[in-house]
T-cell receptor
C-alpha cells in the first residue's frame, strides 16, 4: 500500500536559518504530493502541492520538488521565521482511492528568535 | 464563511457514552472525509463519502458510524466510547472528480474520553 516517511522532529532552528524536512514516499501509479501545515491548536492547511514529476510547488517562501527518481518531496525554506513554528505533514494522494490522503508522521518545527 | 466547519471543537465525555460530531462544508465539494489524529499527531483516514455514498471505510470499529444526509454534511457517531477513542477528529472535503485535488480540513474536534 501507499506510505509516506518523513523525518522525525522536533527540529529546532534559529530565526533566518535554512529549513529542510525530508519526505519520501511509496505508491502505485502516479500520486500527487502535498505538504500540509498545522499551527498550534488549528486544523491542517495546504502549504503546497505538486501533481507530476519535476513539478515544483511553492508558497510563503516554502518549496518542494516532486522527484520521481528518488520518490521524494523534500520541503525547504531559505529563511524561517518564528511564525513558521508548526507541525508539517507530507502527504500523497493516488487518485484511485477516492482521493484519500496518506500522511507521513509529521515533523514539528520550532523556530526560536 | 468558514469552508469546512465541524462541531463541537472540544468534547469531553465518559466511557460508555454515545456522542456525535457534525461537519458541514460550503465549498460545493462532492467528497467528504473523516480523519483521526492520535496523540502522536499521526493522521489516518477513517471514512470517505462521495455524494452521500460510502466509498472508503478503513479498519474502524463498528462503534463508529458515519452518516451523510447530503453531500454538504458528514456526521460521525460513536457508540460506547472507549479511552482509546481519545483523539482529534478532522473532517475534510474535496472534489473527487478532479484527480488528486487537495482536501480542505476543518478545525478538528478534540475528543477526550474519561
Amino acid at each position: 500500500g501507499d506510505s509516506v516517511t518523513q523525518m522525525e522532529g522536533p527540529v529546532t532552528l534559529s530565526e533566518e536559518a535554512f529549513l529542510t524536512i525530508n519526505c519520501t514516499y511509496t505508491a502505485t501509479g502516479y500520486p500527487s504530493l502535498f505538504w500540509y501545515v498545522q499551527y498550534p491548536g488549528e486544523g491542517l492547511q495546504l502549504l503546497l502541492k505538486a501533481t507530476k514529476a519535476d513539478d515544483k510547488g511553492s508558497n510563503k517562501g516554502f518549496e518542494a520538488t516532486y522527484r520521481k527518481e528518488t520518490t521524494s518531496f523534500h520541503l525547504e525554506k531559505g529563511s524561517v521565521q518564528v511564525s513558521d513554528s508548526a507541525v508539517y505533514f507530507c502527504a500523497l494522494s493516488d487518485g484511485a482511492a477516492g482521493n484519500k490522503l496518506t500522511f507521513g508522521g509529521g515533523t514539528r518545527v520550532l523556530v526560536k528568535p | 464563511d468558514t469552508a469546512v466547519s465541524q462541531t463541537p471543537k472540544y468534547l469531553v465525555t465518559q466511557m460508555g457514552n454515545d456522542k456525535s460530531i457534525k461537519c458541514e462544508q460550503n465549498l460545493g465539494h462532492d467528497t467528504m472525509y473523516w480523519y483521526k489524529q492520535d496523540s502522536k499527531k499521526f493522521l489516518k483516514i477513517m471514512f470517505s463519502y462521495n455524494n452521500k455514498e460510502l466509498i472508503i471505510n478503513e479498519t474502524v470499529p463498528n462503534r463508529f458510524s458515519p452518516k451523510s444526509p447530503d453531500k454538504a454534511h458528514l456526521n460521525l457517531h460513536i457508540n460506547s466510547l472507549e479511552l482509546g477513542d481519545s483523539a482529534v477528529y478532522f473532517c475534510a472535503s474535496s472534489h473527487r472528480t478532479e484527480r488528486n485535488t487537495e482536501a480542505f480540513f476543518g478545525q478538528g474536534t478534540r475528543l477526550t474520553v474519561v
